[in-house]
């Protein structure tokens, strides 16, 4: 882990590790399980559609489609409020309650009977849940430093990818569960999973403290530490930023909301990441359409779902890692971007009897396109600095970048299959777009930093946010 800012004192250095240490044991694993209940709640459809529930609910498969799709707006929506009223209620408070709610909404899934039902519950299902990325991202860079934050973001997305490999183990453990209780083995999906994260909820309310000077698990000489570390131009807690300690009382400050808009990086950023949400989003909803096409049974393709994201959790985790540790974020993306698009390349054009192949290449596919994620979302966080800009500008890459939800979800017609080559043409094309967005926003920040060199920003001198020349940028 990052000893950022500990300098040569020893015991300022071992004090620093300690509460590294409290932070991560204590606030990541609640924030992994969030993830993983998230992932589970979203993508158990797919699942679930393995096992008969288009049938049972006399759906087409325009409809289905349509179900899917409908997760999306109100998740969109919800992005941007969220994140500015976070504080306002208390990430405690809010980030419980909205888990809670989904959890609850998923377990209603579970009880639909017609298309009219369905589609409803998913459109709740995505309001209640919108929050809770933005939320956590804008909350994890309240209390790591910059160069700490891609490795506990890449924790996160690991649980993501664990969450669909989970999935696709609970889904084939519940379909020994039958039709006990009334219940037929793809309605047992929803209501188990649902009930879980509202129970996930209640240890969040628990376990989650609104700010590390809040946190009980620090002692007093820890918690000051914690709050020292992130002080400082250089983290973007400078004149007109207060830590997350400190803004119950703070006011929405429509300035910084506006420069989170009209700032490149956020939309250079966001074109990439909705590349990868929409890669993201299809992978996980149609993965098992994709392996059962290519022969197998339901059984064995639930369990054929699992390795391609257990390889793409330790390539994430490592290259997260390693993003820290050489404190780039665009540079990596430049390198495990391709990954993905080489995947897509060939997936999309090799011959459906070539069975072996196209289910390596989705080895590739999701190394790729998890692998990148970390960077991506760490990358407009660290470069965002005065805390409403940062809230305003998590929040919309988000919101732009979910815009991919609703296009995956038309992207993989079952009268597509077994090669599904204009659904993954689609997503190579979207790769190959955010590629060069990642180098157009790398050459931008390259510039500002060297602009800042030059005494072209010593204007902003004092302000203490991402416009101060001593506020470099991360290429």
Not at 178 to 191: E, K, M, S, T
């Amino acid at each position: 882990m990052t000893d950022e800012g500990s300098h040569e004192d020893p015991k300022l250095k071992s004090l620093t590790r300690r509460v590294l240490f409290k932070l991560d044991t204590r606030i990541l694993p609640v924030f992994v399980l969030l993830v993983l209940c998230s992932f589970l709640d979203r993508t158990n459809v797919g699942n679930a559609k393995i096992y008969n529930m288009v049938t049972d609910l006399g759906m087409s498969d325009l409809q289905y489609t349509q179900g899917l799709a409908a997760f999306y707006p109100l998740y969109i929506a919800a992005e941007i409020p969220s994140n500015l009223v976070l504080k306002k209620v208390t990430p405690r408070i809010w980030i419980s309650a909205m888990t809670f709610l989904w959890g609850v909404f998923c377990m209603c899934i579970g009880f639909t009977h017609n298309f009219s039902q369905f589609i409803g519950m998913r459109a709740i299902l995505g309001l209640a849940e919108g929050g809770l990325f933005p939320g956590m991202v804008l909350y994890l860079s309240t209390i790591y430093t910059r160069s700490e934050l891609a490795l506990r973001i890449g924790v996160l997305y690991t649980a993501t990818s664990l969450s669909s490999a989970f999935g696709g183990l609970l889904a084939r453990a519940m379909s020994e569960v039958g039709d006990r209780g009334g219940l037929n083995r793809w309605r047992w999906i929803f209501v188990i999973e649902g009930l879980f994260t509202a129970l996930v909820a209640i240890f969040c309310y628990v376990m989650l403290p609104n700010s590390i000077a809040s946190a009980k698990f620090l002692s007093e000489e820890e918690r000051e530490v914690a709050i020292q570390r992130l002080r400082g131009v250089e983290h973007g807690t400078g004149n007109n930023e207060r830590l997350m300690c400190a803004f119950s009382d703070e006011k929405i400050s429509k300035k910084e909301v506006l420069r989170a808009f009209l700032s490149p990086q956020t939309w250079l950023s966001a074109t990439a990441y909705f590349g990868l949400l929409s890669a993201i989003y299809s992978f996980g909803l149609f993965l098992p359409s994709i392996i059962k096409a290519l022969g197998y049974t339901a059984d064995q393709t639930q369990l054929m779902t699992v390795p391609p994201y257990a390889v793409a959790a330790c390539a994430t985790l490592a290259v997260a890692f390693t993003s820290d540790r050489l404190r780039v974020r665009g540079i990596m993306m430049l390198c495990t971007i391709p990954i993905a698009i080489i995947g897509y390349a060939v997936i999309a054009n090799v011959d459906s009897s070539k069975t072996s192949v196209k289910y390596g290449m989705t080895f590739m596919m999701a190394t790729g396109i998890y692998s990148s994620v970390p960077p991506v979302l760490t990358w407009l966080a660290n470069n965002s600095a005065g805390h409403y800009k940062r809230a305003t500008a998590a929040a919309l890459q988000l919101a732009i970048a979910n815009c991919g939800g609703i296009l995956s979800v038309f992207l993989y017609p079952d009268v597509d299959g077994p090669l599904y080559h204009r659904g993954h043409t689609v997503i190579l094309s979207l790769l190959i777009t955010g590629w060069f967005a990642v180098l157009a926003n790398v050459l931008y920040c390259m510039k500002v930093n060297r602009d800042k060199a030059q005494g072209k920003h010593d204007q902003h001198a004092g302000l203490g946010d991402d416009r101060d020349p001593a506020f470099r940028m991360v290429l």
